[in-house]
């Protein structure tokens, strides 16, 4: 499997520039691994991206060209069959046919999600993919949740993978040795919830992962699990929960700090907001594709593309879709 990562540069409220800009940044000296430019597939308008990169004063990347982009409000279903020259669809064709082994994008969720399922298919074993997010709410160790959104009616058995794929992914991608692994449900006991629930629990019981039980939404911030599974419907209500309860809350401490005479800029809370920004950790893993799929948030800036591609890179690295597979394989047959 190539060792390349394809860069949607189109995709996202601040592209190209910000893109690029994560570009040239996770290949220079701040950047978390310093990526080799070779190792950079730039994928979207030629046109756009040539001078873009002049004015960065950027090293030499390979670039794919893609007429079309598709758009943050546009129905991905729609747009991936409208616009076939898409930078997205680019991207995954890039895996398919080997020029890639991994893509980053900032683009459309949906089509991103759309476009990797369809065209790249799902690794062995795998009866659907999750998207996985990565938060530090316990300051202690990193919490992983997912299915944050790419399946939305789950059967039993796919929240059992899910625990297991997700296990994989801490271990290897966030060095975690048997992470912790918990189920999300209205109650501790294991006859709380839905059928959906029940079922999963007697599976996830069962398997060779470090189950912990039933957890609880507050359980989320309390250190009780490095791995969070649930449905994709909960789970995106959950993420946008946080992403917008922080946001809030930053803007309700500010105000009452300001109106007390307390002169504090928003830098002074930036380690909080550190905390609570997936983005710090490169944007969300698509588990269980044939391709290592990173999907990062709309309004990413360069630091957040520098964090997906440094993700992108470590995943490829560490071969977490082989170790998925094995996983999987040896979970079918105890």
């Not at 599974?229 to 401490?253: C, I, R, S, Y």
Request: net charge negative; glycine share 12%.
């Amino acid at each position: 499997m190539s060792d390349r990562i394809a860069l949607d540069v189109m995709g996202g409220d601040h592209a190209p520039e910000a893109i690029l800009a994560g570009a040239v940044k996770a290949c220079g000296p701040e950047g978390r691994r310093q990526l080799d430019p070779s190792r950079v597939l730039l994928v979207g308008d030629e046109e756009r991206i040539r001078p873009a990169l002049a004015q960065l004063g950027a090293p030499e990347f390979e670039i794919l060209h893609a007429s079309q982009v598709i758009g943050m409000d546009e129905k991905p279903a729609v747009a991936l069959r409208a616009k076939q020259d898409s930078s997205i669809s680019r991207c995954v064709g890039a895996i398919k046919t080997g020029a890639a082994g991994a893509l980053v994008s900032m683009g459309n969720t949906g089509a991103v999600v759309g476009a990797s399922t369809l065209g790249l298919g799902t690794l062995e074993g795998v009866r659907r993919p999750a998207i996985a997010v990565t938060l530090d709410l316990t300051g202690t160790s990193p919490v992983t949740l997912l299915d944050m959104g790419a399946n939305i009616a789950p059967k039993p058995e796919h929240l059992r993978q899910y625990g297991v794929m997700g296990s994989i992914f801490t271990r290897d991608v966030l060095d975690q040795d048997n992470p912790r692994v918990g189920l999300l449900n209205i109650g501790e006991e294991a006859s709380k919830g839905t059928d959906l629930l029940r079922e999963a629990h007697t599976l996830l019981s069962s398997s060779d992962v470090a189950f912990v039980g039933n957890l609880e939404g507050g359980d989320i911030f309390h250190d009780r699990a490095e791995v969070i599974v649930t449905d994709g419907f909960t789970g995106n209500v959950v993420l946008k929960l946080l992403e917008d309860f922080a946001a809030f809350m930053m803007q309700l401490v500010m105000g009452e700090l300001t109106s007390h005479g307390v002169k504090w800029g928003p830098e002074a809370l930036g380690k909080i907001k550190k905390r609570i920004d997936y983005s710090e950790y490169g944007g969300a893993l698509l588990l269980g594709v044939a391709g290592i799929v990173i999907i990062g948030h709309g309004r990413s800036d360069a630091t957040a593309v520098n964090n997906a591609l440094h993700l992108a890179a470590r995943a490829l690295d560490k071969d977490v879709n082989g170790d998925i597979v094995d996983g999987l394989t040896s979970a079918a047959k105890t």
